[in-house]
């Protein structure tokens, strides 16, 4: 498991609002607190706060909650000065340091952790919180920069190092901009208390600003559009809404058992005609995937349907289960244990391991069933060796779909029925998220779950009243 070290800045001399902000009440605790609370709910390991002007007040503010304070002693020379303290503190095995300013009380564990999350599953090295062309604290450093934090001066903080390194940088969305402010001044402060309560405390914004800002869509299929071979209740109409709206869509599906004519043919039998270069399953990922790092005709020993097969012909490769250098599983109804024990041979034998999704479950008309995630979860376990996912919520699947569009996060959202997978990819992809309660994903979920979609509808049709209603 990832470990990164928190570190709250609160050692300013609050000299603009005229009194110690950090003290300033906040849900009926001190904001120092509110923050290193909501911290410590992330589960970030361990916590620091680094304390300054009116370090003794502070200090008592925190009471005896389970975090280290150190002093910074310099806090007058800038903010740079602050971060170096809180570096000197992180253990050697924490990874990265995530800095939050202790004056941000709308920041929330969930998008703490999204940022732990982004981390963990990313290459980037750098992962800061941005709404639209705007960004902002919190930010992380993965710890090959903890050298050059020691280098930076005044209140310079870590901005000279996310300029140098754009390609090392990735973003955590949030919905509205207030999210990231800060409190400067005493109209900061009566600001940020009327944004508290506004509609959707898990996005900041309410159902309309969500919507009003969608120009271009993501959209799971299997659980969203459908249940087996049963259409959602209004299926044609969402369509043609999007069609009249001039909403550009890809659909994205995790499961690879069909090829995109098959899904396009079960989408005209509903009424619905669709281009096929809409239709963007984890077939097509995961053979572009290994079209890039395998050599061109490279034998593959294939788990799978008609789907993942076809992709990865069109990609020239052969399928061969003598001498496969390569195995790819996906969703397979006619699994069978001589299946399994043949590909777990191959990669005893040094093949390398490529699944097309982790959905351990598939919605029907009955309920779930066991999904691709639970083939891989097999052969994983008879192995010891973890597969290269390439579908959601890997990054692969919502960058070719966002390049197929010509389109930008910022007015993208993704439609998908579960939070492991759809929602959580989306997120980590700065797009917004919307949930639609059809599949998998049920209420109860939602409200346990650490990362919460921006919108929640029960289905399409719920999702599609929402959207017209902005129009009357």
């Not at 043609?240 to 396009?264: C, D, H, M, W």
């Not at 496969?324 to 397979?332: E, F, H, L, S, T």
């Not at 083939?375 to 390049?403: F, I, S």
């Amino acid at each position: 498991m990832t470990q990164v070290a928190a570190v709250i800045l609160a050692a300013g001399g609050s000299t603009r609002f005229g009194q110690c902000k950090q003290l300033l009440d906040w849900e009926g605790k001190p904001m120092l607190a509110h923050v290193a609370d909501v911290t410590l709910q992330a589960e970030l390991d361990p916590v620091t706060v680094v304390l300054g002007c009116e370090a003794t007040e502070t200090h008592a503010a925190l009471s005896d909650r389970p975090i280290r304070t150190l002093m910074n002693w310099r806090w007058q020379e800038g903010l740079s000065t602050s971060v170096q303290t809180g570096l000197a503190g992180v253990p050697p095995e924490a990874e990265a340091v995530l800095f939050i300013q202790g004056d941000q009380p709308l920041i929330t564990p969930d998008i703490l952790q999204t940022i732990v999350d982004r981390f963990s599953q990313s290459d980037a090295s750098i992962i800061q919180t941005a709404h639209a062309d705007r960004r902002g604290t919190p930010v992380l450093f993965a710890r090959r920069f903890f050298s050059e934090l020691f280098t930076v001066t005044g209140d310079e903080g870590g901005r000279s190092l996310i300029q140098r390194y754009p390609e090392e940088v990735a973003t955590v969305k949030v919905a509205a901009p207030y999210i990231l402010s800060d409190v400067d001044t005493p109209e900061d402060y009566e600001q940020l208390r009327r944004n508290h309560g506004k509609e959707s405390a898990a996005s900041g914004c309410t159902a309309s600003e969500i919507l009003e800002r969608v120009r271009h869509l993501i959209i799971d299929m299997d659980g969203v559009l459908w249940r087996g071979d049963n259409p959602m209740p209004g299926l044609d109409a969402f369509f043609a809404f999007l069609k009249e709206r001039g909403i550009s869509f890809i659909l994205a599906t995790n499961n690879s058992s069909r090829t995109p004519e098959q899904y396009v043919a079960k989408l005209a039998r509903f009424g619905v005609d669709v281009p096929v270069e809409t239709i963007l399953t984890s077939a097509l990922v995961s053979a572009a995937y290994l079209a890039d790092v395998a050599p061109s005709g490279s034998r593959v020993y294939v788990v799978g349907e008609e789907g993942i097969q076809r992709a990865l012909l069109d990609r020239g490769f052969a399928l061969d289960d003598e001498m496969a250098r390569y195995v790819v599983i996906g969703w397979d109804r006619d699994l069978t244990w001589n299946k399994l024990a043949t590909a777990s041979l191959l990669i005893h034998e040094g093949a390398s391991f490529v699944g097309t999704n982790p959905d351990v479950t598939y919605p029907t008309e009955r309920g779930p069933v066991p999904g691709n995630g639970a083939l891989l979860a097999a052969v994983e376990t008879a192995t010891g060796v973890k597969p290269v996912v390439t579908g959601k919520p890997e990054p692969r699947m919502y960058q070719e779909a966002l390049r197929r569009m010509d389109a930008t996060p910022e007015t993208t959202a993704m439609i998908g029925d579960r939070l492991d997978t759809d929602i959580a990819g989306a997120s980590n992809a700065s797009l917004t998220t919307i949930l639609v309660l059809s599949g998998i994903a049920t209420e109860e979920d939602v409200a346990s779950a650490s990362m919460r979609p921006d919108l929640v509808c029960a289905d399409i049709q719920e999702l599609l009243k929402r959207w017209k209603e902005l129009s009357q």
